[in-house]
C-alpha cells in the first residue's frame, strides 16, 4: 500500500516562509513525477508546482514563481515545496500527489494547512 503524508503546515505572518514535507512510503516502483497542490475554501485545486523524477523538469504556477521552490530528496521518496514571501491569498490547503509505476498511478496526501494571516 502507498502512502503519501504531508507536515510542515501552519500559520505564519505575510511575507514570513515555510517548508512543507512530503513522503512518499509503501510499496512504490518506479516513482516518478511528485508535486504541489493547494486548494483555497470554494476554489478548486490547483497546481503550485511539480517536478520530475530527475529533476529536470520543474513546472511553477505562475503565482508561484520566484517565490517557491520544489527540491525533491530521491533517497528519501521525500519532495518538500519552500515557501518565501507567502501571502495571505497563498491560504489553503497543500496537498501532495505522486506518480508511480509503468502504468503512472496517482496517489494523493491527505493535506496540510497553511494560513498566511497577520
Known amino acids: 500500500q502507498v502512502q503519501v503524508v504531508e507536515s510542515g503546515g501552519g500559520l505564519v505572518q505575510p511575507g514570513g516562509s515555510l517548508r512543507l514535507s512530503c513522503l512518499a512510503s509503501?510499496?512504490?516502483?518506479?516513482?516518478?513525477?511528485m508535486g504541489w497542490y493547494r486548494q483555497a475554501p470554494g476554489k478548486q485545486r490547483e497546481l503550485v508546482a511539480d517536478i520530475s523524477s530527475g529533476g529536470s523538469i520543474i513546472n511553477y504556477a505562475d503565482s508561484a514563481k520566484g517565490r517557491f521552490t520544489i527540491p525533491r530528496d530521491n533517497a528519501k521518496n521525500k519532495v518538500y515545496l519552500q515557501m518565501n514571501g507567502l501571502r495571505p491569498e497563498d491560504t489553503a490547503v497543500y496537498f501532495c500527489k505522486i506518480r508511480y509505476g509503468i502504468e503512472q498511478y496517482e496517489t494523493w496526501g491527505q493535506g496540510t494547512q497553511v494560513n498566511v494571516s497577520s
Open positions: 509503501g510499496s512504490i516502483f518506479r516513482l516518478s513525477a
